[in-house]
Each structure stands twice: as structure tokens, then as C-alpha cells.
């Protein structure tokens, strides 16, 4: 295998989500690699079946040269799935494959396929019987294989041919778990499969594969694969009676010294309990221990460590579409040292021979690095479509090959380590944003200290709500995780509520047969404890609303936001008042006609610092939009800071004359902007970000110090912090809240409608938080003056004395 040689790209100045890891040498022969097996080790076993005798590797090798017929031949192993699941997919395995060979597992699973041949009209395949004897004389028992002797020429004979293989040859076909309802065959040929064996070298080696302990069902794609490489290395496969069964597992160690085994998460901790709970168990034959088939935290991993001490730990990532893009870089480190992103443990590195893109697909764009993304990889070892074409858009070509969408979500670091977080199916879209539920589930499970499992459940405000189940809350209460989850995963993981599964008249969580948490049938007794539980309080949830819904403050109503937060708010039946607080009332009726005649309107005339007036517009007000601000970049403004000062005043002097406990305090809502901020602001170009810093200086200035000065207030009154990119006078479109970062160009329409969204907004998720815009059907046009209000704010900062000299900008 070649040295990796990593590359990678940018983007608007910021280093891109996509890693190659250079070349990898593939010799496009499967007998190679098992010849090279055999070659090691000779004599040793190739199967140990725990409960049966064992093989010898070069008894196996010698067994599928029976006769002429099997010369050159294509043998197709069709796993139980296929023969127990839906007789249209055996018929298009048989139609695509026009296999010369068939092996199935017993006489009646023949059956089928006889009848698949029949109505194909195919040539008839050579059938092998695994178990039993053969009643049918169209078909051979395995077993009578090892009883015919082959000349030494005719051996040599299907030895070259088998040395030589064609790479595009269909060596095999997988089926997806059909988890949508839709399995899907993957055809996995020659090329692919060696590229896999050549791939997997770091993790397959002559030292940990001399017991191999394969658990897996034959219909999973690790199990051909795993059983490959162990006979690349010259090692022998442990096979069990049943597939992932704790007992098994500990026997496979404890009596046959099993050296490689595979682990769920859900496994380290069943196999924890069990070792704890006996004594004598001999747990130093392991070397290395595999931990997948669900996502891995640092918890699972770390216990896994100490339960193996003298093992390496590794995680590993595979689909049956495909595996081998990554590669496990931390065997010579301390596992406590291993980079992890909070609780969630790394994939790896990207291996060699593949490449691996993460992309955003509502932008169609490669990601930028720590940046969320979907996951796409490019590899020879990835089928280039599914059987029968299903699912095309799984797949997609560019100039640099054919691609395979996964369905994972991932992100990137800056040294090019892949963290995935979780499938997009699972993904949870609250308000705009989308959350993984992996990185909550390990944190809350390690806080606990019992199993979690965190689903969305459908809300008709948000689009779905976050919900964790739980074992047990082991002495904390629901706002101690929630605190928890916020001050690692920060504010954007919004957990809407805790429950037990004792409240959900659960005993267990529902698992499936390798002990992962099947969702669905949490999130359905969810669903109806919820309704339960909502429809008690349903009548008293409408009343606040209805109360709280009555009046809103607009100051700075002749502005272009105050103007665009008018017009949504007379196109909405929820306001059934509009306080419009501004310096001229002419103007505003010059702008909005429609102000002067219509009674839900009413227009507070004077200056931002008259607190009598400002006490008198806000008074009996669900929220206060404070738009007050300027596009120029005035030397030594304080517009915001004399809105934020009159609005707190106005605040105090209504707290004071009202009884104790009877004033209901606004929602302040302050227009702020996203390039003050790191977090929000973090995928602008490098270049650019300064620029407008300098540009603005005056007016971001201010902005800070309001919103030092509201966050002050925040014992006893609430703001929302809203804070869009670039700005555009432009079309309503559709919008979308945001907590993760900003968008160029929105519109003042759809700025409009998401401040009274998150105004709205009963929960109180936007309170007190940095919230950005996103458009949800297209951006905004670019403003035409927006190059002259960068000029002029350049020069209103650099040389301010020129300010009265100089222009008004605007975006428009």
C-alpha cells in the first residue's frame, strides 16, 4: 500500500471539507489475497465454528475446484435475507448476476431459486447445498466436496484463472437493512473487494487475526469482509452459533482465545456487566477490539479500554454500500488522549484510495471545516449504483468521479479528522436549525450514567421538538441536563424535555438484534404521552398566548426594518394593536399610507430619549422592536445605546407604579447584526469580515455596548438578540431562524417576519440568545449600493471629520 498523500482545498479563504488520501496499490485479484494467507500460515484453521469441527485454510481453498464446471466460474452466495425476504429481489439478483454458481444455505432455501430460473429462462446454475445432504440431483452437498480428488495440472489450471481475475467482475451482492421499508442490493464487484482487503491492512494484521471473532450475520457487509481479510492475514475466523449473543462472545475469548473482536456500544456495556459479575473470565488473548454499528462516544470507548487493558481500541466505520474510507490513527496513544469532539469519539482520518466531502445541500456547496455537513465519499471500494438502479440520486458523477451520498452527518476539523455525528434521518430540525441527536445522547448518558435515546417528535411551531428518554434521572432533574446539554453542545441543542421509560409505560428500551436503540417505538409512546400530558393544559397555554399576543412596539418605524416590521405585522391577525414610536409622523405616513387610517396603528412622535412618551408606547406590550440604527458609519454614534437606556427607564417607571407582581414585562428585540459576532459570522471570507468591521466601527461600537447593557438586564427583562448578514430592500421570500450562522442577502420582509417569530415564540428559545437569519426559498438580491456604503463607512472611520461632508448610503 502506498503512503498516504492528503489533499486538500479552499473556499472564500477557509479550508474546505474534503480530504483525499492519495493513492492506494490494488492487485485486482480476490485469490491473491487469500493465496497470500495461505502462503503465511498453511496449516492454520480457516473456520473454527464454536460448536462444529474446524477447517483447514488450504482445504477451503481446495474445495471449490470440484470439477470442470466450477472453472472461471461466478459463485453467488445468496444470504437468508435474500431467500426469506421478497421473491422480486431474489429474481433480480438471479437476472443481473447470471450466476454459474449458487450456494444456499439448505435444500428448502433451493426451492425459490429454481423457480426464479425457470421463469428467467437462464442458464441453469451449478447449486451448492451448504448444510445437509442434497435430495435434488441439480444440486451438491458442500460436503461432498472435500471427497474428490484434483490432478495437479487441472488444479494449476483454476489456480491461474483464478490469479487473474477481471476487476469488473460482480463478486458479490449485499442487501441494505430495508429499515425505509425498500432494501436495496448492493453489487459489489472484484475491484472493490480487493480494495477493501488492501485497505483494511491496518486493521486486520497476522498478530490480532490468528482467532478472528466474526459475529455478524452473512448478510452484513462486514462479515464476507472481515472473513477475507482474516484469511489475507493467514489467520482463522471464529464463528459462533449465534450472531452478537453476549455468551457467545465471552466464550469465543474465554475458551477459543479469540484476538480480534467486534463490539456494539450497546455490547461494552452488556459484556461490562457480565465480566463484572464472574470471576476467572480470561480476557488476555484480545488484542484488538472494534467498536461500530452505532455511534461511539468517549465513554463506550474509554470503557471499553479499561475493560481490555492489554487490547487496542479502535471505532470503525462501514455501510453495506461500501467501507474502508477511513483509517484509525490514535493505536499509539493513550485513549484517554484521542481528540474527542465533547463525548462523540473520531471516525478517523481518510484512508487511502478514497476521498471524503462534506457537503450543504440546501447551499450546494463543499462545507467549510468544524462545519456540519452531509457526508459523500468517493471510492473504489463503493458500489457505483444499487441493484435495478434504485435510488439514483444516492449517486452522482463530477470531473473527479463517481460519488455515493451516505446519509451520514458529519464534520471535519481543521487536521482533516471526520467526527460523524449521526444518520441525516435521525437529524432533528427545531426551528430552522438542525440538531444531531449523537453528541446529546452520549453527553446525557454520560451525566446520568444510564442509557439514553433523543428523538423529535412533529410541532406545528417549530417543525419538531427535542425530547430525551431516559432510564432513570439517578438524583438529577430535567433542568440540570438541560443546563448540561447547553454548556457543552451550547444554547443551539434546545432540549424541550426529559422523560422516563417508566413514564412511557416502557420497561426496556427497544432494541434491535445488535442491541441498538430501534427509535420509532420510543418516539410513538412519546408522542402519546405528550398529547396527554399537553391536552391537560391546553386551555390555560391559549389563554396566556391570547394575552401576551395583544400589543407590539415599533421603534424606529420609518426605518427600513421598522417599516418591513409594520407591514408583516398588519398582514397578521395576531396583532391586534402597533405602537410605531419615530422622530417624524409625516415621514412614516409618506412610507406606510396605510398607518394613518388604519386604528390598529397608533404613532408615538419625539425624541428616543423622551421617556414619558417611550413609558406610554411600550406600556401593555408583548415585545419592543428597538430597530433604531443608521447604515452610515457616524463617528461617535449612540443611537442604540439612547434606545436601549430610554426603553430600560421607561421599563422601571412602569415597574414602579404597578402593583407588585401585576406588570407583564415585553420581549425586547433588538437589531443587531452578525458580523460582531465569532460564532455567527465565522463562515465570511477572512478578507471580508475586516473590512466590514472597519466599515461599520462606529455603529458596531454601539451595538456592543447595548447589548452589554440589556444582558445586564436580564434578572428581570428579556432580549433577543437578532442578528442578520447583509441586508437587501427586496421581496418577501420565505425566512429561517438561526442559531448557527448568518446568510447574505436577506430581504428587510423576511428580517421582519423572523424578529416577530422569535418574538412569538412562547417557549422562550430565543431568549437572551445571538439568533440569525436564513432564507427558506431563495436569497435576497444583492443591493446595488452596498459597494458606495462600504466606501463611505471606510472614510467616515479613517477620516471622520468628513462625515458632514459625505453622503447617506444604503443597502438599496
Not at 471464529?238 to 455468551?247: C, G, N
Not at 425586547?668 to 473590512?691: E, G, N, Q
Not at 428579556?718 to 430581504?747: A, C, M, W, Y
Request: glycine share 8%.
Amino acid at each position: 500500500m502506498l503512503a498516504p498523500k492528503i489533499t486538500t482545498s479552499t473556499y472564500n479563504g477557509f479550508l474546505e471539507a474534503e480530504v483525499s488520501g492519495g493513492p492506494l496499490s490494488n492487485a485486482d485479484s480476490i485469490f491473491k489475497h487469500l493465496e497470500t494467507g495461505l502462503q503465511r500460515n498453511p496449516h492454520s484453521p480457516a473456520v473454527i465454528c464454536m460448536h462444529q469441527a474446524a477447517g483447514h485454510l488450504s482445504e477451503w481453498l481446495k474445495s471449490g475446484k470440484k470439477t470442470s464446471e466450477l472453472s472461471n466460474m461466478n459463485p453467488v452466495p445468496l444470504s437468508e435475507g435474500q431467500l426469506t425476504g421478497s421473491y422480486k429481489d431474489l429474481r433480480d439478483a438471479l437476472h443481473s448476476l447470471k450466476p454459474s454458481i449458487v450456494v444456499v444455505p439448505d435444500q428448502i432455501s433451493a426451492v425459490p431459486v429454481d423457480i426464479a430460473v425457470k421463469e428467467l429462462c437462464i442458464a441453469r446454475p451449478f447449486g451448492i447445498i451448504l448444510s445437509g445432504e442434497s435430495s435434488d440431483s441439480e444440486w451438491c452437498a458442500f460436503s461432498s466436496f472435500s471427497e474428490t480428488d484434483l490432478s495437479v495440472e487441472f488444479e494449476q489450471t483454476l489456480t491461474d484463472q483464478a490469479r487473474h481475475d477481471d476487476p469488473q467482475r460482480i463478486h458479490s451482492m449485499m442487501f441494505t437493512s430495508g429499515t425505509s421499508g425498500n432494501p436495496k442490493g448492493c453489487p459489489l464487484r472484484v475491484h472493490g473487494q480487493t480494495h477493501f482487503l488492501e485497505s483494511w491492512s491496518w486493521l486486520l494484521n497476522e498478530q490480532n487475526s490468528l482467532r478472528s471473532l466474526q459475529q455478524a450475520h452473512n448478510s452484513r457487509a462486514i462479515a464476507p469482509t472481515q472473513m477475507l481479510q482474516t484469511w489475507h492475514t493467514g489467520g482463522t475466523v471464529l464463528l459462533p452459533s449465534r450472531s452478537f449473543h453476549i455468551e457467545d462472545t465471552i466464550a469465543a475469548i474465554d475458551t477459543f482465545g479469540a484476538t480480534f473482536v467486534v463490539l456494539s456500544p450497546a455490547m461494552v456495556h452488556a459484556i461490562t456487566d457480565v465480566i463484572q459479575s464472574r470471576s476467572h473470565i480470561d480476557l488476555s488473548s484480545v488484542r484488538t477490539i472494534q467498536i461500530g454499528g452505532d455511534a461511539v462516544n468517549k465513554t463506550v470507548l474509554l470503557k471499553c479500554a479499561a475493560l481490555f487493558p492489554e487490547a487496542q481500541i479502535c471505532t470503525h466505520h462501514g455501510m453495506s454500500e461500501g467501507v474502508a474510507a477511513f483509517k484509525w490513527p490514535f493505536f499509539d496513544i493513550s485513549p484517554s488522549k484521542i481528540p474527542f469532539l465533547g463525548e462523540i469519539c473520531p471516525t478517523g482520518t481518510v484512508a487511502a484510495g478514497s476521498t471524503v466531502r462534506l457537503w450543504h445541500a440546501d447551499e450546494q456547496r463543499t462545507v467549510a471545516r468544524n462545519e456540519l455537513g452531509d457526508m459523500h465519499i468517493r471510492s473504489s471500494s463503493i458500489i457505483h449504483h444499487y441493484l435495478g438502479g434504485k435510488s439514483e440520486e444516492s449517486f452522482y458523477d463530477d470531473p473527479e468521479g463517481r460519488w455515493f451520498i451516505t446519509g451520514d452527518k458529519a464534520i471535519m476539523d481543521s487536521t482533516g479528522m471526520v467526527y460523524i455525528l449521526g444518520r441525516s434521518k435521525e437529524a432533528i430540525t427545531r426551528a430552522g436549525l438542525t440538531i444531531m441527536p449523537g453528541p446529546m445522547e452520549s453527553l446525557i448518558q454520560q451525566f446520568l450514567g444510564a442509557q439514553t435515546c433523543v428523538v423529535g417528535i412533529p410541532d406545528a411551531r417549530f417543525g419538531e421538538k427535542t425530547y430525551a428518554v431516559v432510564k432513570a434521572f439517578k438524583g438529577k432533574t430535567v433542568d440540570d441536563i438541560v443546563k448540561h446539554v447547553h454548556g457543552f453542545l451550547g444554547i443551539q441543542y434546545e432540549l424541550d424535555g426529559v422523560l422516563t421509560l417508566e413514564e412511557l409505560k416502557l420497561a426496556e428500551f427497544p432494541v434491535n438484534q445488535t442491541f441498538k436503540i430501534v427509535k420509532r417505538s420510543c418516539s410513538l409512546p412519546l408522542l402519546a404521552s405528550l398529547t396527554r400530558i399537553l391536552s391537560s393544559t391546553r386551555s390555560l397555554h391559549k389563554t396566556k398566548i391570547s394575552y401576551m399576543m395583544s400589543t407590539y412596539a415599533v421603534l424606529g418605524s420609518t426605518g427600513n426594518c421598522g417599516t418591513a416590521l409594520i407591514e408583516n405585522l398588519l398582514k397578521s391577525d395576531a396583532a391586534s394593536k402597533i405602537n410605531a414610536y419615530c422622530r417624524n409622523k409625516n415621514k412614516l405616513i409618506r412610507l406606510l399610507p396605510q398607518t394613518n387610517d388604519d386604528k390598529r396603528v397608533k404613532v408615538f412622535e419625539g425624541s428616543i430619549a423622551d421617556v414619558d412618551i417611550m413609558a406610554s408606547c411600550i406600556k401593555d406590550c408583548k415585545a419592543v422592536f428597538m430597530v433604531v440604527t443608521s447604515n452610515d458609519n457616524i463617528p461617535g454614534c449612540t443611537l442604540g445605546q439612547d434606545q436601549a437606556k430610554s426603553v430600560i427607564s421607561a421599563l422601571e417607571r412602569l415597574k414602579s407604579e404597578a402593583a407588585p407582581g401585576t406588570l407583564q414585562m415585553p420581549k425586547l428585540v433588538l437589531l443587531s447584526s452578525a458580523t460582531i459576532d465569532d460564532h455567527l459570522a465565522r463562515r465570511m471570507p477572512w478578507w471580508f469580515r475586516p473590512i466590514m468591521l472597519t466599515a461599520g466601527s462606529n455603529v458596531y461600537h454601539d451595538l456592543r455596548m447595548v447589548e452589554n447593557f440589556l444582558r445586564a438586564q436580564q434578572d428581570w427583562v428579556s432580549t433577543i438578540f437578532i442578528k442578520p448578514g447583509g441586508l437587501s430592500v427586496d421581496i418577501q421570500r420565505g425566512h429561517k431562524l438561526n442559531l448557527d450562522h448568518e446568510e447574505s442577502f436577506i430581504s428587510y420582509l423576511d428580517l421582519a417576519a423572523a424578529m416577530i417569530e422569535a418574538a412569538d415564540c412562547a417557549e422562550g428559545i430565543y431568549d437572551m440568545k445571538n439568533v440569525s437569519v436564513g432564507n427558506a426559498n431563495g436569497r435576497a438580491r444583492f443591493p446595488p449600493g452596498t459597494p458606495k456604503c462600504i466606501l463611505m463607512g471606510l472614510l467616515r472611520h479613517f477620516f471622520p471629520f468628513m462625515h458632514p461632508y459625505l453622503p447617506t448610503t444604503g443597502p438599496s
